[in-house]
């Protein structure tokens, strides 16, 4: 007798529960390159949700980078990085990285990885395990990145760490709590630039508190690496921050415009992390035309090519800022490429999604989990090639939309 395959049951149910929820999430397909245009089912909408914030992943001189990386060096790395798969590519990619933070960091050293996800997991799991077990703290930020969040859950079953969340607008919980840890070792890990709100942490205040309590200080730099600083560096060039107890993480995939992330720390730590960092040394190496690729973003970004488009950025972070009133709407105050629109609930937030869509526009929802129940919002991001008139038409159409969904929800 054939038994019934009660997963498929259970995958449907759940799928069908989050449905109800509004809670559902869907795949569109793209078939252009990721730029301020872009083709979605056959039709052209204007995108303000990437996180290409320099408008580098369709550049010309990237595209051609890439061309020339593969015919180098083939498309694949073939092995893990300590196998055969760290190639001259990858090694003058880490060299560089090293350097956009060396005024920041003494003895700075990088490691390339083929995700921000796989970094964050390496440097706090591999961050913990320098204490004996049960002897590593780690605070975490309420609002810290997904992959923090795993990387803490998992350094807490793997090194039994003693994690502690903290708020990165209200540091005082955090300090009185550090005056009672007594542990070996103590990490604080937050996102630099906070992903779905785009505010900064107090990053001057956290290395004070580094220094004055003995602790390690892990930055994810996901949304701030290329766009913050007058290089491009990130944070630690934007408030001058000089720290042996800082861990950099920055991405790739974002103002880089292609793909992959990297840790910066002193060169112990990361010695320390290609040694013990389960997903470095478990992991097949990314295409070295990738690494390739990247060392012709950085020097871009670090240009004055680079310059302009953050100035561009700039430009419409201050325009929107000024100009963008709503009625029933909240903004955040945030000074980065990243300014989203509390609508509050789900159905609001998919609700204003779809009549942007009708209105040619392409910014998705973003719901719980990725934010706290009751803040469902628009996360609207720029590029430096959108134009100030792009930025004035969405505006325009926002306080439209707006009017249409509180006075349609009011009546
Ligand atoms: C703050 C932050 N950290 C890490 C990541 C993960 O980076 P990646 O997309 O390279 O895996 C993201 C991605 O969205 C992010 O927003």
Redesign the pocket.
Known sequence: MKKTFHAIELAQQQIADLDRQLLKRQLRVTESPCDITATVDKRELKAFCS?DYLGLANHPKLVGAIQAGALQYGVGSGASHLISGHSIAHELLEKKLAAFQSKHIPQARALFFS??????LTAITGLSRLAKLGEASIYSANL??A??IDGVRLASTQTKAMVTLFDHQHLDLLIESLKRDTHQLKLIVL?G?F?MDGDLAPIQELVQIAHDFDALLLV?D??GFGVLGQHGHGILEMFNIHSERIIY?G????AAGV???FICGSAPFIEWLIQKGRPYIYSTATPPAIAHTLLKSLEIIESDEGIARRRQLNQLIEIWRQEMNFSYWEKVASCTPIQPVILGSNANALAASKLLDEAGYWIPAIRPPTVPTGSARLRITFSANHSIKDLRALIKTLKLIEQQIEIKTSS
């Open positions: 996180n995700t921000g996800y796989l970094a964050n810290n990145h992959s923090i996102d630039v992903s994810d996901a949304h993480i991405t790739l995939g974002k793909s992959g992330a």
